[in-house]
């Protein structure tokens, strides 16, 4: 009985610990014609590092975020839930390519989580903090080149 308290304790920590120490690590860099912005991500490629996502993080550096890998492309839905920054998300396909930014805000604390879906076909998608896109630059039709291990501190 206390083995499986610690147990389900321990997983409790796991999925609201607020930085995914464990996740692998890459350098993304967006390249929007002569615009260049290089960051540092954490790298969500199981169905549980994607659905874990950033929540429960009470902050994310500005030159940070968070890729997400998934096997074939699809229309992508992403939700809010337990999350408490405001994010922007780039849908990218399979060839790199940025095909949608959205801005998605934390849910209020009662009432519906709102869905957010790419507007096309994506096989990658990318968190950063809100508005970090517009701040940088980097529109619908950049190009994502993605380094896996790594870090970047910011310019």
């Known amino acids: 009985m206390r083995a499986a308290f610690l147990l389900a ?3 409790v920590w796991a999925v ?3 930085a995914a120490a464990g996740l692998p690590r890459g350098v993304v860099t967006l390249v929007d014609g002569d615009r260049r912005v290089t960051l540092t991500v954490e790298v969500a490629d199981t169905v549980e590092t994607r659905a874990r ?11 940070a975020g968070m890729l997400f890998v998934f096997e074939a ?18 849908f990218v396909d399979p060839r790199w390519r940025i095909v949608d930014i959205q801005d998605m805000d934390p849910p209020p604390p ?3 989580v709102p869905v957010y879906l790419s507007r096309q076909e994506a096989q990658y998608a ?14 619908v039709g950049a190009q994502v080149v ?8 910011g310019p």
Do not use: C
Request: aromatic share 14%; hydrophobic share 40%; charged share 20%.
């Open 73 to 90: 492309p699809a229309r992508l839905a992403f939700w809010m839930k337990n999350t408490r920054i405001p994010l922007s998300i780039a």
């Open 126 to 139: 990318l968190e950063v903090n809100q508005g970090f896109f517009r701040r940088h630059g980097i529109g």
């Open 16 to 18: 609201h610990s607020p």
């Open 53 to 63: 996502g950033l929540m429960y993080r009470t902050h994310l550096p500005e030159y």
């Open 9 to 11: 304790a321990l997983l």
């Open 110 to 112: 009662e009432g519906d």
């Open 146 to 153: 993605f380094r896996p291990g790594g870090s970047f501190r």
